[in-house]
């Protein structure tokens, strides 16, 4: 009997060293995890100067998809195919591509909360928006265009 508190002993010395081992490995694979998703990626897009002033236009269209739906205009999908040509000329995939449908959808929703129906408030909105977006579309044009 002798033998049995050894043979216990160096059980329990293996499978101890086992378990530091594998709490090694899990947290080296949690570590790699970690750097690999917060490491930029190689192929990223870099970023235009007038990136901001785009996401800006996204999102006067989105609001414009929304708000000239509910006053009546039937234009149908005339801003959001404009926002498509927009994302299609500018960044067809990629980081630049989230961040303008984003703003596109973030403008529309702002006024979807706001407006149910539409009122003057509205229409003061819309004409706004349609000069503040066409000037962007000439500044971008005239200083950006090749």
């Given amino acids: 009997m002798r033998g049995a508190?050894?043979?216990?002993?160096?059980?329990?010395q293996r499978d101890a060293s086992s378990r530091r081992?594998?709490?090694?490995?899990?947290?080296?694979?949690a570590?790699?995890?970690l750097l690999?998703?917060?490491?930029p990626a190689c192929a990223q897009e870099p970023?235009?100067?007038y990136d901001a002033t785009l996401q800006r236009l996204a999102e006067i269209l989105g609001a414009l998809h929304y708000l000239r739906g509910i006053c009546g205009a039937n234009e149908g999908q005339k801003w959001r195919n404009e926002m498509q040509a927009l994302v299609?000329?500018?960044?067809?995939?990629?980081?630049?591509?989230?961040?303008m449908?984003?703003?596109?959808?973030?403008?529309?929703?702002?006024?979807?909360?706001?407006?149910?129906t539409c009122t003057p408030a509205a229409d003061l909105v819309i004409r706004r928006y349609l000069d503040e977006g066409s000037k962007i579309a000439r500044e971008v044009t005239a200083r950006y265009a090749n």
């Fill in 47 to 49: 970023a235009a100067p």
């Fill in 5 to 12: 508190p050894a043979y216990l002993e160096a059980t329990l």
């Fill in 88 to 99: 299609d000329a500018e960044a067809p995939n990629g980081d630049r591509r989230t961040r």
């Fill in 101 to 116: 449908v984003a703003s596109f959808n973030r403008g529309f929703r702002v006024f979807q909360q706001s407006y149910r």
């Fill in 31 to 33: 570590l790699a995890g």
């Fill in 36 to 39: 690999t998703a917060s490491a």
């Fill in 21 to 29: 081992i594998m709490a090694r490995r899990l947290l080296i694979l």
